[in-house]
């Protein structure tokens, strides 16, 4: 009797041999557990919940799926290079096919997409710069959402001076010229994936997103709860950390899926200048195309077409995203 | 309210003082000067190239061109361009700025007129096959790669149909004997659409009194009047030939730009228009029994404008920096392409000026979004 009752505690609510209802009895087993569980559990369901809210919207749906795609794309290339490409012709940067000549080749059964100007495998240069979109990607996204949850928090909690001086910054940060700002670096450093991950993670982080995260900040320190903390006596750094950060979280997910369409975007577009020291990347492949002469050839549209599409496809991904997330997010827009 | 905007127009002084010196540091930082440039041209001496470093002052150390340029600045001046020496920097703006105005200017009204309808059709029928259709697509517009598409556009529309020209500002075999500059037909053409939208504006707010299905008429009649009075002046000045090759070079890059565009101010509606139905006011105008294009468009939609304005006025802010990317793909020379050559060739002065302007009109909209929402939101106030 007793082990099927652990079985199926809420059957019945019979009262057990102590007196004790079997609710109180599971809320006395909760209790016993250590509390991290019970978050962990809390957590999970609020997770399950949220991915419920978000598979409503099928335009996530799409976009998580055109970046699975991706991220196989990415995952299967050291595979493919290890197994069955030969890395004397399908290398991404050394590569070369003597017997596919004259480049640019068309697609054929060897190379799927192609080779460009130089005689590389196409299918082969779009798999590996996948992994470093990716990373470029989550890192400026990282950096970009750490500094503006931080200081939009700051700046919100404390106001005077403090938000002042940041939102000042931002309008300064929105102003200077990133193009300009990138050769000036580009001349001073060798700009290489880290360090542009950096910059345009800086840039953004103290421009545009610290000022839509401080002003949802604004809105959260009027609320209640914390003036209850304040009254309970929590200092400044347990209200800011305890309170206010959690509460913004959602929003700083949201702008991460955007830093991260424009982190991509923008090396695309700098690689395409020619602005950039990386060894392969989808805006080097169209750079390749361009200073090679077959930018305005049509009938070499294998060269431009998988670049140009695959850069646009992600971008558009990681926004789909990002817009379905707006709903998990923000109550008003769903549709109960 | 009044020391609100005094504080924030103090701080923008110095935000703008600030800007400026970080952009000048940043130009010098930049390694080489102008004079670098002919480095590569056996005919130029050192000797010669020095002269061109001391003529343009670049023999000079850093800081001490550094605060001449502001202290010229503060008397209005601006230099010389380097590269289109000996003309002045606020010639070529002058020159150039009307073109990109007229790009950006053209297809953000365009788009925020496109995105906005859109926009309201899709909260209005929200969980359509329709919407996510048009979501889709629009996003893809929206993060599509613009240089790519750009030579798309080309492609399709200029190269394979020639529906229009491909890329450039003019035809210069027409304007070989023109009678006078293409500036000048230009400058009109955009002194005609700015009077042609103050006329129709005053025109849409005396009628606005009229009930519905007259005023329709009426508005129309304004709008076909008006063209036929523009189509008159400009066919009988003889100009319109060249007004016309101008027009027909702009409309590919606008629609370029329409089309990457329109997805932002659509998302945006949606967005806003969906938190607005949620609105008791919504609820009301259903029980008042009113029709729904009347709740749609009276009710939600006026309400839902706000952001959507505020997202306007910031894009019309940046309209003057242009696009450095579309005015290089349509090869349309407008302040883009300066900043862009002015950048590669180290032209401090023209590159300055042209950001000088950028910024100003950019601090100041910033200013404007501010006040607009105290404004138009009572519930923001500002201490």
Same mark, same amino acid.
């Given at each position: 009797?007793?082990?099927?009752?652990?079985?199926?505690?809420?059957?019945? *609510?019979?009262?057990?041999? =102590?007196?004790?209802?079997? =609710?109180?009895?599971?809320?006395?087993?909760?209790? *016993?557990? +250590?509390?991290?569980r019970v978050r962990l559990k809390l957590l999970a369901g609020t997770l399950w919940n949220n991915w419920k809210l978000f598979t409503e919207n099928k335009i996530g749906l799409i976009g998580l799926a055109i970046i699975l795609f991706y991220a196989g794309l990415a995952l299967a290339h050291p595979l493919l290079m290890g197994r069955v490409w030969d890395p004397l012709i399908y290398d991404p940067v050394i590569g070369f096919d003597p017997l596919a000549a004259p480049?640019? *080749?068309?697609?054929?059964?060897?190379?799927w997409l192609g080779t460009d100007p130089l005689g590389r495998d196409v299918l082969s240069q779009l798999m590996f710069s996948t992994a470093s979109e990716f990373i470029l990607g989550m890192v400026a996204a990282l950096i970009t959402v750490t500094i503006g949850t931080s200081i939009g928090a700051l700046a919100a909690y404390f106001g005077g001076w403090i938000d002042t001086f940041f939102m000042r910054l931002a309008d300064l940060v929105i $102003?200077? +010229? *990133?193009?300009?700002?990138?050769?000036?670096?580009?001349?001073?450093?060798? #700009? =290489?994936? +880290?360090? #542009?991950?950096?910059?345009?993670?800086?840039?953004?982080?103290?421009?545009? $997103?610290?000022?839509?995260i401080k002003s949802q900040a604004l809105t959260i320190k009027v609320r209640t709860y914390v003036e209850a903390a304040w009254v309970a006596g929590g200092s400044h750094w347990h209200i800011i950390l305890r309170h206010i950060i959690p509460n913004l979280l959602p929003l700083t997910f949201l702008y991460m899926m955007f830093t991260v369409t424009d982190a991509i975007f923008a090396e695309a577009i700098l690689s395409y200048f020619g602005l950039l020291n990386i060894r392969m990347?989808?805006?080097?492949?169209?750079?390749t195309t361009q200073s090679a002469g077959y930018l305005l050839n049509f009938q070499t549209w294998w060269l431009i077409v998988p670049p140009g599409l695959s850069i646009t496809l992600l971008c558009a991904a990681f926004y789909l995203v990002g817009r379905a997330l707006d709903e998990v997010v923000n109550p008003r827009l769903r549709k109960r | 309210m009044a020391r609100y905007i005094a504080q924030r127009l103090l701080q923008? %002084?110095?935000?703008?003082? !600030?800007?400026?010196? !970080?952009?000048?540091?940043? !130009?010098?930082?930049?390694?080489?000067?102008?004079?670098?440039?002919?480095?590569?041209?056996?005919?130029?001496?050192?000797a010669q190239r020095e002269a061109i470093a001391a003529s343009l002052g670049l023999n000079r150390p850093p800081h001490e061109r550094f605060f001449r340029y502001i202290g010229s600045f503060l008397r209005g001046d601006l230099g010389v361009s380097f590269q289109y020496y000996p003309r002045p920097v606020v010639d070529v703006i002058l020159e150039r700025a009307p073109r990109t105005l007229m790009l950006f200017i053209s297809s953000t009204v365009v788009s925020f007129y496109v995105g906005f309808f859109v926009g309201k059709l899709l909260a209005w029928r929200r969980g359509r096959v329709l919407e996510y259709i048009t979501t889709v697509g629009g996003v893809t517009l929206y993060t599509v790669f613009t240089p790519w598409f750009g030579l798309l556009m080309i492609w399709l529309f200029a190269f394979t149909l020639d529906w229009f020209p491909i890329g450039k500002f003019i035809t210069p075999r027409l304007w070989r004997d023109a009678p006078v500059e293409a500036n000048v037909v230009f400058n009109r053409m955009l002194l005609t659409a700015l009077v042609v939208s103050i006329v129709l504006l005053t025109w849409f707010i005396l009628t606005r009194r009229i009930d519905t299905r007259r005023r329709r008429v009426v508005h129309w009649g304004g709008m076909g009047l008006g063209l036929a009075v523009v189509v008159g002046i400009w066919g009988a000045s003889g100009l319109g030939p060249y007004a016309l090759n101008i027009l027909h070079h702009l409309m590919l890059p606008v629609l370029t730009l329409t089309l990457i565009s329109f997805a932002g101010t659509m998302l945006l509606t949606r967005n806003s228009m969906l938190e607005t139905l949620r609105e008791d006011y919504i609820t009301t105008a259903r029980a008042k029994g009113?029709?729904?294009?009347?709740? /749609?468009?009276?009710?939600?939609?006026?309400?839902?404008?706000?952001?959507?304005?505020?997202?306007?006025?910031?894009?019309?802010?940046?309209?003057?920096?242009?696009?450095? %990317?579309?005015?290089?793909?349509?090869?349309?020379?407008?302040?883009g392409e300066v900043l862009l050559t002015s950048a590669v060739v180290q032209d401090i002065p023209m590159m300055m000026g042209a950001l000088i302007f950028t910024a100003i009109f950019a601090?100041?909209?910033? !200013?404007?979004?501010?006040?607009?929402?105290?404004?138009?939101?009572?519930? %923001? /106030?500002?201490g």
């Open positions: 009797m007793a082990t099927e009752e652990r079985h199926n505690p809420f059957a019945t *609510a019979q009262p057990a041999g =102590d007196g004790t209802t079997l =609710d109180q009895q599971e809320r006395e087993r909760l209790r *016993a557990q +250590p509390l991290w480049h640019p *080749a068309p697609p054929s059964a060897q190379h $102003t200077l +010229p *990133a193009i300009v700002l990138l050769i000036v670096l580009g001349g001073l450093f060798t #700009l =290489d994936l +880290p360090l #542009l991950a950096l910059v345009i993670g800086i840039l953004s982080g103290f421009g545009a $997103t610290t000022v839509i990347s989808w805006g080097l492949m169209i750079h | 923008i %002084i110095l935000t703008f003082f !600030l800007f400026l010196a !970080l952009s000048y540091m940043l !130009l010098e930082a930049m390694p080489g000067d102008f004079s670098q440039l002919f480095l590569q041209d056996p005919k130029l001496t050192l009113l029709p729904e294009k009347v709740i /749609r468009d009276k009710h939600a939609a006026r309400n839902a404008m706000l952001p959507v304005v505020t997202s306007l006025v910031f894009s019309l802010a940046f309209a003057l920096s242009g696009g450095v %990317i579309t005015e290089g793909v349509f090869s349309w020379p407008g302040m601090l100041l909209a910033h !200013l404007v979004v501010d006040i607009l929402y105290a404004f138009l939101d009572p519930r %923001i /106030r500002y």
